[in-house]
Nanobody
Framework: QVQLVESGGGLVQPGGSLRLSCAAS????????MGWYRQAPGKQRELLAL???????NYADSVKGRFTISRDNAKNMVYLQMNSLKPDDTAVYYC???????????WGQGTQVTVSS
C-alpha cells in the first residue's frame, strides 16, 4: 500500500521560506513522477511542480523562480523548497506520485501553509 506523508508546513511571514517534505512508502518510486499541488479555500487544486524519474522538472508560472522541487530516490522523498512566500501562497499543500506506465496515482493527506504577518 502506497502511503505519502507530508511535513514541514506552518506559519511563515511574507518573504519567508519553508521546505516541505514528503515521505513515500510502499513501493519503489523510481518509476513515478512526483509532484506538489496546493488547494486554497474555495479554489481548485493547483499543480505547482513536477519532477520526473530522471529529475526533469516543470513548474507552474505562479511559483517559477520561487519554488524548487527535488527528490531523493534512495530515501523515497520529494521536497519543495519555497522562497519569497506571499499571502497568496496560503493553502493546503499535497504531495502526489503517478506511475509513468500504469498512471496509478496517490495523494498525501496535505500540510497547511499559511503566509501571514
Amino acid at each position: 500500500q502506497v502511503q505519502l506523508v507530508e511535513s514541514g508546513g506552518g506559519l511563515v511571514q511574507p518573504g519567508g521560506s519553508l521546505r516541505l517534505s514528503c515521505a513515500a512508502s510502499g513501493s519503489s518510486f523510481r518509476l513515478y513522477t512526483m509532484g506538489w499541488y496546493r488547494q486554497a479555500p474555495g479554489k481548485q487544486r493547483e499543480l505547482l511542480a513536477l519532477i520526473g524519474s530522471g529529475a526533469s522538472t516543470n513548474y507552474a508560472d505562479s511559483v517559477k523562480g520561487r519554488f524548487t522541487i527535488s527528490r531523493d530516490n534512495a530515501k523515497n522523498m520529494v521536497y519543495l523548497q519555497m522562497n519569497s512566500l506571499k499571502p497568496d501562497d496560503t493553502a493546503v499543500y499535497y504531495c502526489n506520485v503517478r506511475h509513468i506506465v500504469t498512471t496509478e496515482t496517490y495523494w498525501g493527506q496535505g500540510t497547511q501553509v499559511t503566509v501571514s504577518s
